[in-house]
Structure formats: C-alpha cells, structure tokens
C-alpha cells in the first residue's frame, strides 16, 4: 500500500514561511492536494493538483511536487494559519491516501 | 453559493447500522461524485469511499467494502452513507465531500460537509 509521511509539527513565527513536506515513493508522479483542517471544523481544500489554489484560497499558499517530496508553503504566516495540514494523494494500488497530518503552531 | 449539509449525530449500539446524509445544493447534483472521509477522535483522516451521482457507481477502501453501502437520490440533491456492523471503533466524525476531477491523477475534494459523528457505544 503506498504510504505518506509528514512531520507530526511546525512551528513559525508571525510574518515567517512555514513549510510542511508530504514524503512518498514518487510522489513528484501524483498530483498532491492539500487540506486546511482547523479545531471542530471540517477540512479545506487550500491546494490541488500539486500547485493550483482554489480561488478563495489566499497567494500565500503554494505548492511544489518533486521526486519523493511534495511541499506546501504558506508565507508571511498569520495567527489564523494554526490549523492541522493534511496532504492526499490518489494511487492506483490504494485509491485516496491522506498523510498523517501536520500541525502548524503560529509562536 | 455550494454547500453540503450533513444530518445530525447519531448513537448506535455495537453491531446496529447507521445511515447519514448528505444534501447537496448550489450546484449540478449529477456532474460530480461524492466521496466519504472518516475521523476518528484526534486522528487523521480516512478516505472510505466515493459514488457518482450521475450514474451510481462505487468504489469503496477495501476495510469497507463488506460494511459500507453508499447511495444517491439525486430527486433531493442527496447522498447516503451506511454502515453496518458498528463496533466501538467505528465511533468517528463523518465527512462528505464533492469529488473533482484534476488536471493530473486521481480526484480531489473542493467542498466538504460540516461532518457528522457517530456514537458506536453499549
């Protein structure tokens, strides 16, 4: 079964770049989305396929795929980015897998 | 404006069957599929299953396939999610999610419902 790594926890400063790495076997082959998942609510699509934004989704957050890491940045970082951050891929052998998930804390 | 509105919680004892909803509204019903995500208390998330509203088609994670029946009545905008068999550990928030196709591999899920918790306990 394919399996995605993320770190358990980030933490940056206001005003900082947080990056969060979503790692699998080839991952640069899939097309990687990203989710926004704040305390009590139901998650965000704030990436899709690996770097397109939907459109209510602010610049600051991006997306870069490549060989074995996908990456989701969000600059000039604000208080109300604290969120847990979950990457997803499709595979052909285990259909949808979602990372294990990453917390952002804002210091 | 796209929502998706879930029913409400549900407490169900060990082997019962539990059915949630899921009503669609601001858009076209039949052009995407749903697909069903799970959250156990303070886990990750879980993709269970998917079904096309235009044509009823399945597919389900394979721990589910022999427990999970997923339906559509597309005369109300809704989608259906049943599971049988509870046990303890099936006690999760449920989350239903419009499907969209990407320009690469797979799908992605752009508009998700607030979710809906189901109690498995004695």
């Known amino acids: 079964s394919y399996v995605l790594t993320q770190p358990p926890s980030v933490s940056v400063a206001p005003g900082q770049t947080a990056r969060i790495a979503c790692g699998g076997n080839n991952i640069g082959s899939k097309s990687v989305h990203w989710y926004q998942q704040k305390p009590g609510q139901a998650p965000v699509l704030v990436v899709y396929?690996?770097?397109d934004r939907p459109s209510e989704i602010p610049e600051r957050f991006s997306g870069s795929n490549s060989g074995n890491t996908a990456t989701l940045t969000i600059s000039r970082v604000e208080a109300g980015d604290e969120a847990d951050y979950y990457c997803?891929?499709?595979?052909?052998?285990?259909?949808?897998?979602f990372g294990p998930g990453t917390e952002v804390t804002v210091l | 404006q796209v929502h998706l509105v879930q029913s409400g919680g549900e407490v169900r004892k060990p082997g019962a069957s539990v059915k949630v909803s899921c009503q669609a509204s601001?858009?076209?019903?039949?052009?995407?599929?749903i697909s069903w995500v799970r959250q156990a208390p303070g886990q990750g998330l879980e993709w269970v299953g998917w079904?096309?509203?235009?044509?009823?088609?399945?597919s389900y994670a394979q721990k589910f396939k022999d427990r999970v029946s997923l339906t559509t009545d597309t005369s109300t905008d809704t989608a259906f999610l049943e599971m049988r068999s509870l046990r303890s550990n099936d006690t999760a928030i449920f989350y239903c999610?419009?499907?969209?196709?990407?320009?690469?591999?797979?799908?992605?899920?752009?508009?998700w419902g607030q979710g809906t918790t189901v109690t498995v306990s004695s």
């Open positions: 601001g858009y076209s019903f039949s052009k995407y599929g």
């Open positions: 999610a419009r499907t969209i196709s990407v320009a690469g591999t797979g799908t992605a899920f752009d508009i």
């Open positions: 396929d690996d770097s």
């Open positions: 997803h891929v499709w595979d052909s052998g285990s259909d949808h897998v």
């Open positions: 079904i096309s509203a235009y044509s009823g088609y399945t």
